[in-house]
Nanobody, 128 residues
Framework: QLQLVESGGGLVQPGGSLRLSCDTSGFNLAYYIISWFRQAPGKEREGVSCINSRGAKTNYADSVKGRFTISRDSAKNTVYLQMNNLKPEDTAVYYC?????????????????????WGQGTQVTVSS
């Protein structure tokens, strides 16, 4: 059974940090691009970051570039999103998702198309 489970969300003050985890099961990550999305109340789900199937190439939305870092621990089948210098506008439910593609690179997804597997989401709230 293919499953994604996010964890690590919570309430943090502006300027703080959180690390989200996406635990995968049933996946061979060598054949999947994993991306993080987020959805704020009243807004569409937007792509935040991606890591390619080799786990070597990453990409970020302009709004998080320089603050967020995506990484993968293949031995643990887990993908992480380290979020530093958090801002109130980062408040959202964060989802990890998998797209079955092998690629040398990945692009931050503009839509959810092609992502067939999703976690349940984890809430991140940035507030003083």
């Amino acid at each position: 059974q293919l499953q994604l489970v996010e964890s690590g969300g919570g309430l943090v003050q502006p300027g703080g940090s959180l690390r989200l985890s996406c635990d995968t099961s049933g996946f061979n990550l060598a054949y999947y691009i994993i991306s993080w999305f987020r959805q704020a109340p009243g807004k569409e789900r937007e792509g935040v970051s991606c890591i390619n199937s080799r786990g070597a190439k990453t990409n970020y939305a302009d709004s998080v570039k320089g603050r967020f870092t995506i990484s993968r621990d293949s031995a643990k089948n887990t993908v992480y999103l380290q979020m530093n210098n958090l801002k109130p506008e980062d408040t959202a439910v964060y989802y990890c998702a998998a797209s079955q593609r092998t690629a040398l690179y990945c692009s931050v997804p503009r839509t959810t198309n092609g992502y067939d597997y999703w976690g349940q989401g984890t809430q991140v709230t940035v507030s003083s």
